[in-house]
């Protein structure tokens, strides 16, 4: 299984214990307020075999920029300095005709 499916199903599951917890409130006619509704999620969550909260870290869901930013920058880096070894060489034979 590749990181991304393990990602969408740990997010899933969660999605799934949140609409089972809150059909469950429905189904009785209560409304349940704030804290016992996350109770219920937490509930369903833990049964589901998720950590405690339900929800994955964000981080897990969410890639940071940063390391998306660092890579593009990198290559950035590289193509520059290619470019400046091939000017070079092509700026050295034709200053020197070579």
Do not use: C
């Amino acid at each position: 299984m590749s990181e991304n499916e393990d990602k969408s199903s740990v997010w899933q599951t969660y999605v799934e214990a949140k609409k089972h917890a809150a059909s469950d409130s429905k189904q009785t006619g209560d409304k349940l307020t704030i804290a016992e509704l996350e109770a219920a999620i937490a509930e369903e969550a833990a049964l589901s075999g998720l950590s405690e909260t339900g929800m994955p870290p964000r981080a897990v869901i969410h890639l940071p920029k940063r390391s998306q930013l660092s890579r593009w920058f990198y290559l950035t880096l590289v193509i520059l300095f290619t470019l400046l070894v091939a000017g070079l060489f092509w700026w050295g034979r034709k200053a020197h005709g070579g």
